[in-house]
């Protein structure tokens, strides 16, 4: 893995420099969060996502235990979260991350592509296509489930309002929509006409197409908007911890979509060999089994299920999830599904 | 104006009671509705666990470390912005020369242009793409998702505030006791601390607190350019909407509750300034 020097920066420059604009800024600001840059205290910079704040807060501890364990000096892992599209943006305007762990790999494909700061090749220098975790897509449903969802085939039912955001504009509702294809794609065994048949009536079901996935749970849980939310099988777990186990059931599907939120190492922002290190650790310690433990505990599926707490495993109910790939990987769904003039503009446009 | 004591006293405001009485309710409706609801629906939220829920969320290392953060914007950029502006105002009020009426609309333009867009524009200019971005990263300095591009943005989005409270007041009250001080013989340092100072004084005190209560509470432009590093580049209303996607409603909530009450704290020194030089305030203040 981390094969990659020719992406690697200059060793280190002008460092007396920066010491003083560290200085600087440490002198009139923020006491102590910019600790003085001593030979052997290493900083890192985790620019993720929205919901894996508390993940990375106990997986941070978890490693900083670890690396010390292992001999060397102190690490310290600075996160920064936000929706997934924008940290990509930010890191391409040059936000200094270290490794970024993103909702989707087009987003980091994304900076590799605009910054060459990471290698086209990034996803293959980790195992399992560089996504530690994996999600799925899985039905959010009133408490009781009063309509009786059980399945995709439910959600075209004429009396079942869907809420999904708009797959234009929302990478999260892509994968919504793969997963309603995916699972037409097995009960009709390829029929493409009866396929499209049903992700138009599918559609025809949603009220309302949110711009994002955190506009569209609010439409649903908050404002009381529609039967069923499509979601994130860790987001629906987190909105329901937020709003009480009795407000809403989660229902898992026979058929989704296996969702992979992937890593990688920003090597155009790495500034020493002791920092490069650290982050690739960073990142290859998230497929520990203590590490994979915890991402269980947080409501993602994780690989390694060695160290899991059962209760953790139980909630996760096994279902067939379609990979990205078996649809011939997101180059070609973009264009082909989600582009100008692609399917889901003519399903639309027949409506 | 003394001569509108010479006209005899009539009551102008003619409408029968019910007429007020309507129009008084209709706005403290709308005050209700507006103001207060939501502003009760914040602090409900982050008491619905209980105040000690409250206040132990705003121990949270990085929520102390967002007000830290935020109170320091606004020691830099209000100084900045109160010199910035009164040097403004004073060449638009004191010195004739073509392109005022330009200047003027300039100063205006933070208020017309989307901080977004301003952030956007920051993030363009020095962002990691750009050739000065570039140069700024070979030379290992941060500028943008870094302390001096929230300051420059929060600057931006706040610069008018005192200048538009001066310039009115300025122009008002023209150069005649300027040009006295100087004819005798005053220098220009003395002139100003002792002849314009105290003139504009509760007008430069007024834009202070606004642009102040404003600085605190920017979001759109600082979000742009802050990178949501955590305990490092959140300001407050970047952490209440950070913790509001997490879930954390507790915690957002109380931290928008500070921040409201920083704007009351901000408000309250305002009417106090009102209620207490009203008479100063009238004399030097026409709206």
């Not at chain 1, 026979?254 to 690739?280: H, K």
Request: glycine residues 8%.
């Amino acid at each position: 893995m981390f094969r990659n020097d020719q992406y690697r920066r200059q060793p280190q420059r002008g460092v007396s420099r920066r010491n003083v604009l560290a200085a600087l800024a440490a002198g009139v600001t923020l006491a102590g969060s910019l600790p003085a840059a001593a030979q052997d205290a290493v900083e890192i910079l985790n620019v993720s996502y929205d919901p894996t704040r508390e993940f990375y807060r106990d997986y941070n501890a978890l490693f900083a235990e670890w690396w010390s364990a292992q001999g060397h000096g102190p690490v310290t892992v600075r996160q920064s979260h936000g929706g997934s599209g924008g940290q990509a943006r930010a890191v391409i305007d040059g936000l200094d991350a270290s490794v970024v762990t993103l909702a989707l790999a087009a987003d980091i494909s994304a900076i590799a592509e605009r910054t060459g700061r990471i290698p086209e090749d990034w996803q293959s220098r980790l195992p399992h296509n560089a996504a530690p975790y994996t999600s799925t897509i899985v039905f959010l449903v009133r408490e009781g489930n009063p309509k009786g969802i059980a399945d995709w085939g439910d959600l075209a039912r004429d009396d079942v309002e869907v809420i999904t955001p708009n797959p234009k504009t929302s990478g999260g509702a892509r994968w919504n929509f793969m997963a309603a294809w995916a699972w037409a794609q097995v009960e009709f065994a390829g029929d493409e006409a009866k396929m499209r048949a049903y992700v138009s009536e599918l559609y025809l079901n949603v009220p309302v197409l949110d711009t994002g996935a955190r506009g569209a749970t609010n439409t649903f849980a908050q404002r009381g908007i529609g039967d069923v939310l499509l979601a994130w099988e860790n987001e629906a777990f987190l909105a329901l911890a937020e709003q009480g186990e009795d407000a809403f059931d989660i229902i898992v599907p026979s058929v989704s979509m296996l969702a992979e939120p992937p890593v990688a190492l920003v090597d155009g922002n790495i500034r020493s060999d002791a920092q490069r290190v650290a982050a690739e650790a960073f990142l290859e310690h998230l497929y520990s089994p203590e590490a994979q433990a915890l991402a269980l505990k947080h409501y993602y599926r994780a690989w390694d299920t060695s160290a899991a707490a059962p209760e953790d495993l139980a909630r996760l109910p096994d279902l067939r999830r379609l990979t990205i790939d078996d649809f011939g990987g997101w180059n070609q769904v973009q264009p082909a599904f989600f582009g100008d003039g692609g399917l889901f503009d003519q399903i639309y446009s027949e409506q | 104006m003394p001569d509108v004591i010479l006209v005899p006293h009539r009551d102008v405001t003619t409408e029968p009671r019910l007429v007020r009485g309507l129009l008084v309710g209709v706005v403290l409706l709308l005050i209700g509705i507006l103001l207060f609801a939501p502003l009760a629906a914040v602090f409900a939220s982050a008491l619905s666990e209980g105040l000690r829920a409250s206040l132990e969320s705003l121990t949270l290392p990085e929520v102390r470390s967002a007000i830290r953060l935020t109170l320091m914007v606004a020691a830099i950029v209000v100084p900045l912005n109160a010199v910035l502006g009164i040097a403004a105002a004073w060449a638009i009020a004191k010195f004739d020369f073509r392109g005022k009426a330009v200047l003027i609309t300039l100063i205006d333009l933070p208020f017309s242009v989307s901080p977004v867009v301003a952030g956007l524009s920051l993030v363009l200019l020095a962002g990691a793409q750009s050739s000065l971005g570039a140069w700024f990263a070979a030379h290992d300095i941060r500028i943008v998702f870094a302390l001096p591009a929230i300051v420059l943005a929060t600057l931006f989005v706040t610069f008018p505030f005192v200048a538009r409270e001066l310039i009115p007041i300025m122009i008002e009250q023209g150069r005649a006791e300027e040009e006295a001080a100087l004819t005798l013989g005053a220098s220009g340092w003395r002139t100003f601390r002792t002849v314009t100072l105290p003139n504009i004084r509760w007008a430069l005190l007024y834009g202070v607190l606004l642009c102040n209560a404003r600085a605190m509470g920017e979001f759109g432009a600082v979000a742009v350019v802050s990178g949501k590093i955590r305990g490092e580049t959140t300001t407050m209303p970047i952490m209440v909407e950070m913790l509001y996607n997490e879930y954390l409603s507790v915690a957002a909530f109380s931290l928008a509750g500070v921040l409201a009450l920083l704007a009351l704290v901000t408000l309250t020194l305002k009417s106090l300034l009102e209620w207490r030089h009203a008479d100063v305030l009238a004399a030097t203040r026409r709206h």
